[in-house]
């Protein structure tokens, strides 16, 4: 691990992932009270993170075949820049609160700035992850992961803290720190290098496609049913959340602010220990021990008003959220070339799952209060294990036969 810190390119790299996530985070935090603090309901809350997700995953999909013939550099450098323009956006937007717009209503600009997120992003995170991944396998692999996870989910882990005391001030402070993190973003973007992504392996790593074990291509698809759930657990939390903290539990913006900041830091502490380790490759017992505990945390929302209660919730629903995203991070580009579409998959997923927790979380909230969506994610995470016990089988019959004939369409994880 702490070879990494040699390597200057990837440090920037790094510190690029933070600064992003750093302005998405003070830009998210708020966004739930200000939708409120113009009038709008809990629909519309699901309708801005929905309109944010529906365009990353429709972008996502669209990268896919392209992402990986553009050039890093100028992808992110464009990225970042629109994310300064759309940040501004957010400011101005929140200024003048209620003022409708020639086209738009105040809403309405809101649910357009998240949908404009969601088409940077969808450019800006894959493009990251395939310059950070590209040439690397297995154990190396796993922590150059474990360390460039760690380094956005530290800005998630202290910006949600610093946005929900900023909130309690002016709800445009923390929208203007979020301009000043686009900036430094940009800035780091252009004194990052494009050098040579084809390190020579190291002796141990598995580099051709061929070489990594066949139980991988059963783990894709596992982990991608588990983390297509587990992000709909995280859209009902980031958008309905703060909603039923502030007005069902009559916690404040702060406390809501420590939870998501709580969350984030199992993250980096999960994302940093399976950086160290590959003991958690292709151990089914661990995705079902999470998904478990995602429902836990569910169930103690569902449950509990008291506070300590709620972060323990937030806590340990980090941990889990962390070790699944890892996990398909991990085997979703494992034996592939074109690292930059593979991440778009996996942000593919991310998205979807999200935007379906998002709004669903939202319509279920207005039509049967503020702690349905919570039964709804109990409800999805059980029905996704079976699923995943169904697909487990039929993937390993499928590629035992496969195997056999020599002819599987699997031969990638593409």
């Not at 409120?36 to 972008?59: P, R």
């Not at 086209?103 to 309405?108: I, M, Y």
């Not at 474990?146 to 998630?156: E, K, P, V």
């Not at 991310?350 to 349905?372: E, H, K, Q, V």
Request: glycine share 10%; net charge positive; aromatic share 14%.
């Amino acid at each position: 691990m702490l070879q990494l810190f040699k390597d200057k390119n990837f440090l920037r790299l790094c510190l690029v992932a933070f600064l992003m996530s750093s302005c998405l985070q003070l830009g998210g935090i708020v966004l739930p009270f200000a939708v409120k603090a113009i009038d709008g309901s809990d629909t519309d809350i699901g309708l801005c993170f929905l309109g944010q997700m529906g365009a990353y995953v429709i972008c996502c999909i669209l990268a896919v075949p392209i992402i990986d013939r553009l050039k890093p550099k100028k992808v992110l450098l464009i990225t970042s820049g629109a994310g300064i323009i759309v940040s501004l956006g957010f400011f101005v937007t929140v200024w003048y609160g209620n003022s409708n717009g020639v086209f738009l209503s105040p809403v309405g600009r809101l649910i357009f700035l998240m949908s404009m997120i969601g088409v940077i992003t969808a450019f800006f995170w894959p493009t990251l992850m395939g310059w950070v991944s590209t040439g690397y396998e297995g154990a190396e692999l796993t922590k150059r992961f474990g360390f460039y996870n760690a380094s956005w989910a530290i800005a998630n882990t202290i910006f949600p803290v610093i946005g929900g005391y900023l909130m309690e001030i002016s709800y445009l402070l923390p929208l203007a720190a979020a301009v000043v993190m686009a900036i430094f973003c940009l800035i780091s973007v252009y004194q990052t290098k494009c050098i040579s992504q084809s390190p020579k392996p190291h002796q141990n790593d598995n580099i051709a496609g061929q070489q990594i074990p066949q139980q991988n291509r059963n783990f894709v698809w596992i982990s991608r049913v588990a983390l297509f759930t587990t992000l709909i657990y995280i859209g009902v939390l980031r958008s309905q959340l703060g909603i039923l903290y502030k007005f069902e539990l009559r916690l404040t913006e702060s406390n809501y602010g420590w939870a998501m900041s709580l969350m984030c830091l199992a993250n980096v502490i999960v994302f940093w220990m399976m950086g160290r380790s590959h003991y958690w490759h292709y151990k089914k017992s661990l995705f079902a021990l999470a998904q478990a505990s995602v429902v836990l945390c569910a169930i103690i929302i569902l449950f509990s008003g008291s506070l300590a209660f709620q972060l323990f919730a937030a806590g340990l629903g980090g941990i889990c959220y962390g070790f699944i995203y890892s996990s398909h991070q991990y085997y979703g580009v494992s034996g592939g070339t074109k690292r930059s579409g593979l991440m778009a998959i996996h942000e593919t997923i991310i998205g979807a799952g999200f935007a379906t927790g998002a709004l669903g979380g939202g319509i279920l909230s207005d039509s049967f209060g503020r702690y349905s969506p919570y039964w709804f994610v109990c409800g999805v995470i059980i029905i996704a294990g079976g699923a995943q016990v169904i697909l487990w089988f039929i993937a390993k019959r499928f590629f035992q036969i496969s195997s056999k004939e020599n002819t599987s369409v699997f031969t990638s994880p593409t």
